[in-house]
Every structure is written in structure tokens, then in C-alpha cells.
Nanobody, 115 residues
């Protein structure tokens, strides 16, 4: 059974930093794309950043220059480094992993940016 375990969320002051991790267990097929999404209260879930199997990355305009996505294929893990956090970054952050046969979501981790 596939399981994605997220960690690293929490409460941080504006301008602060956090690093999210998402480790996938039980995956037997090739992992293709890995990504991070977020959903704020009353809003739709949106893509924050993605990374391909070859390391190509893409970012939402709102986080470009502040967030960095990376992956460790030996650990089936994807990371999201977040710097210069703003109150509008407050949301539940979800990782998503896409294999050659299916996609899987993490359970979500809360990120709150507030003074």
C-alpha cells in the first residue's frame, strides 16, 4: 500500500523559513512527476511547485524566487524549501507523486505565517 508522509509544517513569523518533506513508501512503479500544492481556506487547491524525473522545475508566480523544490530519488522523497514567507502563504500544503500508473496525495501539512 502506498503511503505519503509529510512533515515540516508549522507556525512561522513573516519573513521566516520552513522546509517541507514528503516521503513515499510502498511505491513499486517508477516515480515520474513530484509536486507540492496548497489550499487556503475558501480557495481552490493550487499548484505551488513541481519537479520532473529529470529535475526540471516549475513554480507558481507567487512563490518564484522564494520557494525551492527538490527531490531525492534514492529516498522517494520530495522537499519544498520556503523562504521569505508571507501571511498569504498560509495554507495546507499537500504533496503529490505521480507514477507510471497512478497519482498519490499526501495527507497535508499546515503552514501558518503570522506574527
Amino acid at each position: 500500500q502506498v503511503q505519503l508522509v509529510e512533515s515540516g509544517g508549522g507556525l512561522v513569523q513573516p519573513g521566516g523559513s520552513l522546509r517541507l518533506s514528503c516521503a513515499a513508501a510502498g511505491i513499486t512503479f517508477t516515480i515520474l512527476h513530484m509536486g507540492w500544492y496548497r489550499q487556503a481556506p475558501g480557495k481552490q487547491r493550487e499548484l505551488v511547485a513541481g519537479i520532473s524525473s529529470r529535475g526540471g522545475t516549475n513554480y507558481a508566480e507567487a512563490v518564484k524566487g522564494r520557494f525551492t523544490i527538490s527531490r531525492d530519488n534514492t529516498k522517494n522523497t520530495v522537499y519544498l524549501g520556503m523562504n521569505s514567507l508571507k501571511p498569504e502563504d498560509t495554507a495546507v500544503y499537500y504533496c503529490k507523486i505521480e507514477t507510471s500508473v497512478s497519482g498519490y496525495w499526501g495527507q497535508g501539512t499546515q503552514v501558518t505565517v503570522s506574527s
